[in-house]
């Protein structure tokens, strides 16, 4: 149901509701109006200024230069000074709206090139209201092309683009109440981004030796090479401490079937890839066990090597050299960490190229001849025990982002259409996340 109360009484409501469709407005929420940016906001394209690279490059500085969707460096000069909304006027951007925002809040002194336009506030709209009501809206039909995946939103069309205005207390508002969830967001990912380099450093100090456990040995420091390994460790092929499960489907068991991906390890085909991606016959298929290590022979040095921890049983496809490490020797949590560091992803991309029987792919007879570093396995054990308790800090705090990100989008869906109502007279926002 539509709610004109702030419209003309002469409108033509045909028109009126046609605008309304174009915008993908569902109703008018009493007490806001409909209307078009450039009847509401200020567009100050000239305060812009285009500078190129290789004169930013001359004159670095403290102040941020803006492009379309980003900071594209710094310098010493500015052209504003003020608190702005930007939206990009060119670029492939548009089409991805949905998860990349298309628009920017600046303050403070700076510099907007040309592929930006620059939204000022006025008594009517806060510039907080255009950043989010635009951040992630579908403005295609405002825009004309410029060429494949190129499009332009020039400044004429801009100023046309229909949008639902609350009274200007109601937009600041719900402008404090998302930028509060914002906030959020960005502590967040920061935390995860900590996490993630902590993570990374106990990988490179622990699975080299340069960090030891009191308990299990002192400070150790080298690269590799049995001269100077940490003391206990020792430096073995693979060929040593694991041996190649070739098993084969042929009873084509109806098992699942698994793949490799270069970040995630083992993945459900059909769940990852949203297709099938396998042949309907899998009776040359490999069986991999839980607790077996597999990758494709054809670019394991991308870093796609897996440790089936999926299924009791799954299959892959026969260009898949399948493996089990001895547990009397290697934890397998340990292994498969130190083969995916980027250390081993360019010994493999060597040892690729090193192979002779099949030209770009790597076999067991040549994967089995490369070296890894080995602890003992009571160490490896409590080496893989801090990794996983990172890993599973990252994990919780990836689902704490990925929560606040789900809970903001319905929030915004709510808040920008008037669906939701908040109380202007309140100082404290209770729609604020937790």
């Not at 951007?93 to 040309?114: A, D, E, P």
């Amino acid at each position: 149901m539509c709610i004109f109360r702030a419209c003309p009484v002469d409108i033509d409501l045909t028109i009126l509701d046609l605008e309304l469709m174009q915008a993908r407005v569902i109703f008018v929420p009493d007490g806001w109006s409909f209307s078009k940016v450039g009847d509401v906001f200020e567009v100050r394209n000239n305060l812009r200024k285009p500078i190129s690279e290789k004169e930013r490059d001359k004159n670095p500085g403290p102040y941020p230069y803006y492009g379309p969707t980003r900071i594209q460096g710094h310098i010493s000069s500015f052209c504003q000074d003020g608190e702005y909304a930007l939206i990009g006027e060119d670029g492939d951007h548009f089409l991805k709206y949905r998860s990349l925002k298309m628009t920017q809040m600046i303050s403070g002194k700076c510099t907007v090139n040309n592929h930006a336009h620059i939204i000022e506030g006025t008594r009517r709209a806060c510039r907080e209201w255009f950043y989010y009501y635009f951040m992630h809206r579908d403005i295609f039909s405002f825009l004309t092309r410029q060429g494949a995946g190129r499009f332009k939103l020039n400044k004429s069309a801009l100023e046309k683009i229909p949008l639902l205005v609350p009274p200007l207390p109601e937009q600041r508002k719900i402008g404090r109440i998302l930028l509060t969830w914002d906030e959020a967001i960005y502590a967040t990912d920061q935390v995860l981004a900590n996490s993630v380099q902590r993570r990374k450093a106990l990988v490179q100090q622990m699975l080299t030796g340069k960090k030891r456990l009191p308990r299990l040995g002192a400070a150790s420091s080298g690269g590799y090479g049995r001269s100077n390994l940490p003391e206990g460790w020792s430096y073995e092929r693979i060929g040593e401490i694991a041996h190649e499960v070739a098993a084969r489907n042929k009873a084509q068991a109806d098992l699942p079937v698994i793949s490799c991906s270069k970040y995630h390890g083992f993945v459900d085909s059909l769940k990852y890839f949203k297709k099938k991606v396998y042949s309907d016959d899998t009776s040359n298929y490999k069986v991999i066990r839980r607790g077996e290590f597999g990758f494709p022979a054809n670019h394991v040095e991308e870093g796609s090597i897996g440790l089936q921890d999926l299924h009791e049983e799954g299959i892959v496809s026969p260009i898949y050299v399948v493996f089990r490490a001895d547990g009397r020797k290697v934890d397998n949590f340990y292994l498969y960490t130190l083969l995916k560091t980027d250390h081993y992803r360019q010994v493999f991309a060597s040892a690729t190229s090193a192979s002779v029987d099949r030209r770009g792919s790597l076999r067991w007879q040549y994967f089995s001849r490369i070296k890894v570093r080995l602890p003992s396995l009571e160490e490896q054990k409590a080496i893989s025990e801090i990794i996983r308790s990172a890993e599973q800090e990252i994990e919780m705090t990836e689902a704490k982002l990925e929560k606040l990100r789900t809970e903001k989008k319905a929030l915004m869906q709510h808040l920008l259409t008037g669906k939701r109502r908040v109380k202007v007279d309140e100082t404290k926002a209770e729609e604020a996340p937790a």
